[in-house]
């Protein structure tokens, strides 16, 4: 098939791209475009001076330099849609994310359809069914960011901060209970399982859990059920839902929040693992809540899954948003401070 030939925009464009030592061709123009990560080629120009606007040109070395044959640039295209913030980019936004949340159901076999909805204890029964069928074939993590952080630490007679909250966050326990909330909410999961869950992998302060286990029997008092402030309140129908009926503005709000967070944090550890760095962040209540659940995003389907998490709890839970700025402004700020050399065997 004979393609057409290369307009004069996309000659100007290559031939930009190419004095930052990056090759384009139109065939990944074309692509680009159709699924808008670079602007149709009529928005290119200046309308004033006829000129290619920086921005396109930064676009274009970005997707080039991230362009790889064979893959794709899995959710760096989703910072794109989030950056244009257009209503086209939001539902593409929503349309990814949907499809993400509901990954561990498609490995399953089961379509949101086939879990049973309702409250009686025969819905109940019907759920454990497909709770079970998430767990089937899932590999065991024993140990988490933090774990291999401090393994490597000992090993070079580093002393990094000790986890305040549970010794590994994709333990088994916390894992299988969290099958359960996908498939029911919190409705599934009574507050003692959840407590007991938590107790089994628990490494801070003890009187913490007891502070939200009597937070939970004051709100039972009080007619309160405070479960349905989580995010897994409904389960993975109560998530899609989240995501549906976001608003489109809110919407890539949150994921530029979050993969700009991630893409700094991957820097950080790339470029700037020194042990005081290291402390500063795990120090903070940030490394609990986002870098140990979520925060680590590659390039790749586990990436995705991880930006999808940090965006839930950016739209659903009370704070986070605020706080993950908050811990932006600190990342930032260590990404800009100078380099020190790092004495033989001090690097993390």
Not at 74 to 96: K, V
Not at 166 to 187: K, Y
Not at 281 to 286: A, G, P
Not at 307 to 329: C, F, K, M
């Amino acid at each position: 098939m004979t393609r057409t030939p290369p307009t004069a925009a996309e000659l100007s464009l290559a031939a930009e791209v190419s004095r930052c030592g990056l090759t384009i061709t139109p065939h990944q123009l074309e692509r680009w475009r159709a699924k808008r990560w670079l602007a149709p080629a009529d928005q290119w120009t200046d309308p004033a001076t006829s000129a290619l606007r920086f921005d396109i040109v930064h676009r274009a070395a970005w997707l080039a330099a991230l362009s790889r044959p064979g893959r794709g640039i899995s959710w760096i295209g989703w910072m794109f849609w989030a950056i244009d913030d257009t209503e086209q980019t939001a539902a593409l936004l929503r349309q990814a994310l949907t499809r993400t949340i509901q990954l561990p159901l498609r490995q399953a076999g089961i379509t949101l359809a086939q879990i049973p909805q309702g409250d009686s204890d025969t819905t109940f029964e019907a759920r454990q069914d497909p709770a079970e069928r998430l767990l089937q074939g899932r590999r065991a993590i024993g140990r988490d960011l933090d774990g291999l952080l401090h393994d490597r630490g000992s090993t070079a007679d580093i002393a990094l901060p000790e986890p305040r909250t549970v010794s590994n966050p994709f333990d088994a326990t916390l894992i299988r209970v969290g099958a359960r909330l996908l498939t029911g909410g919190m409705a599934d999961v009574s507050p003692e399982e959840l407590t007991d869950a938590w107790r089994s992998v628990w490494t801070g302060p003890p009187e913490q859990l007891d502070r939200i286990t009597a937070a939970h029997l004051a709100a039972d008092k009080a007619e309160t059920d405070l479960r349905t402030l989580s995010p897994l309140a409904h389960g993975l129908p109560g998530l899609v839902r989240a995501f549906e009926q976001a608003d489109a503005r809110l919407l890539c709000e949150a994921v530029r929040a979050c993969t700009k967070a991630s893409s700094t944090l991957m820097k950080l550890l790339l470029e700037r693992a020194d042990a005081e760095m290291l402390t500063v962040l795990m120090n903070d209540d940030m490394w609990d809540q986002w870098v140990r659940a979520g925060g680590i995003a590659p390039a790749s389907r586990l990436g995705e899954a991880a930006i999808t998490l940090s965006t839930v709890q950016y739209l659903l839970v009370p704070g986070w948003a605020e706080d993950l700025h908050r811990y932006q402004n600190l990342m930032d700020s260590l990404l800009a401070e100078p380099t020190a050399p790092i004495p033989n065997g001090r690097q993390v």
